[in-house]
């Protein structure tokens, strides 16, 4: 793979290049937290930080978007009828996104590209970004991306990879795009040959300071049934308020409503993310309610990212281990736990005693 | 790229109130635009998101039979903000559909065998298309005996009443229509709930018999042991699921079963697949 080396000093010059032919986004300070934003001219990126509190999935599927718009007034000749919303779909580079949220692209993509149907909101957004990661050289104590097939210098769904080498960065190219956004910036002088052990280096020192693995070996084997009836359902669900805190905050998390909103004459048909955590997410007409109950939805959570996900896909775990909703979850629940918990489930077993 | 999430345009051509209770509604819906039309190519068991602009979507059984032609039809129970809106809306009024969604019944397999057809309540549209689609001339011949045991809470409750007259004439379709209790004294059809109709008509299980059962969760679950009874093994059970929806394609997340999608993967399910499936529905 092509490195490319870039000292700090060309940095802020090459990003103000690149924002001729290119939207930049990047992570800036909000507060106590960093969010993904639209970078003005001449600023530059936040990137000493560990990671932002929303993931980087809103850049691509926002939180509320426009599908059509629609006029109700009876004079006008299209009323009723529903338009197409327009967006920008102009080229956009994120910078400093983490490995685990642009490997979340790559999983995320399994739901809105599929053989039948394809979603055009999401793969346009897609299509138009380029990803320009940040290395993790200091995961946090919640991060396990090594055990959910990610990693903190994963290129997975990634254009470039940046990794901080002091007063420089090395930077992996990754895809064409990742070529064009280099060029677009001026970054074209390629690494020494010493540059892929260095990388090499800095990435096996990352990964030994990720100190949690969660197994996932067994969840494939595990009965649909005999998981769904577990008796440590109660238990996980106990201190849960369905608050969707976790849901909102995960970059593999994709459920979404549609809902027409009007004003006066005017409106457009939007959709929202949408959480299993809430009882109106399935609630028939008929007041009927599948999953009526909170522990019902905190299974769904569970079963759908550690064992559904798994079987339907055949690609590992619905979730790249950035321990997102394991540090803002106000009652302290860890996938991580609940992950063990299923995964070394067994039938005649006491589910108390496998859990340290 | 085609955008699954926009409706064709349709015009309501018809609307009729097929219950006493006034509480569900059949509008028969004409394309705007014929390309549409042929675009929207679907079979029995079928189902299809109505939008009315303003006010959202919901998903509905085509009630059509594909052998139908020049219109689609939708029976609407009055439920919720879309449906009760569709309510108001009258003959000329322009609304939208997006579909064929979800798997029809299993026509191929059926092909050649006895279909034993089992509703209650409003869940009848779908198995309305489907004895349509059975019983058109071109392909009457295709399949072997036909049942149809289909129960509601009063006459005035039953759905299609004119058709159901039509088929209890004819000798190539045996029709058991039930309905819970009656004063009416000119009722000269059955009285019971609809397992037990099953039970006193539904023929015995063959290899070459299937059963289409379709209803509220509390006819589904008294019918399920008389047909375990007769002797119908569970990958000879075919059932219709409805669970809440937006999307319609397996995107927005909420419908699943397991791993399955009731939108996409659905609606329309065998018990053998059911059985090992959390029970989500």
Known sequence: MKVIYIEKAQWASGLEKAGDSFRLWGPVRRGPFYAFDKLASGQVPALDFRNTRLSAKGLVYPQSEKMFEYTLDPGQPDHDLLKEAQKDYSPRAVLGIRPCDADAFELVARNFDTPEYQDPYWLRAREAVTLVGLACAAPCSTCFCTSAGSGPFSTKGLDILLVDSGGNFLAQVVTPKGEAFAQAAGWRQTADDTAAAEIETHRQAAEARITAHVPTDRLKQQDTLELHAAPFWDDVAFACINCGTCTYLCPTCWCFDIQDETHGRQGVRLRNWDSCMFPLFTLHGSGHNPRGQKVQRVRQRFMNKLKYYVDKYENGIQCVGCGRCVRHCPVNIDIRKVCELMNSYTLAGDSCAVVS | MQNPYLPYAVRIEDIITETEDKNLKTFKLAFENPADEEKFVYAAGQFAELSVTGKGEIPIGIASSPTEKGFVMFTVNKVGLVSSHLHTMQPGDLMGIRGPLGNSYPWELLEGRNVV??????????????????????????????????????????????????????????????????DDPDWKYNVGFVPTITEKKAPQADAETYAIICGPPIMIKFTQPVLDNLGYGHDHIIMSLENRMKCGIGMCGRCNIGRHFVCKDGPVFTLAQLNGIPKEY
């Open chain 2, 117 to 182: 057809i089992i509703g209650g309540g409003f869940a009848f549209t779908t198995l309305r298309a489907s004895i349509v689609y059975m019983l058109d001339l071109a392909n009457r011949s295709r399949f072997g005996e036909i049942h149809v045991i289909y129960g509601a809470r009063s006459p005035g409750m039953l759905l299609y009443r004119d058709e159901l007259a039509a088929w209890e004439a004819r000798d190539d379709i045996h029709m058991h229509i039930t309905v819970d209790a009656t």
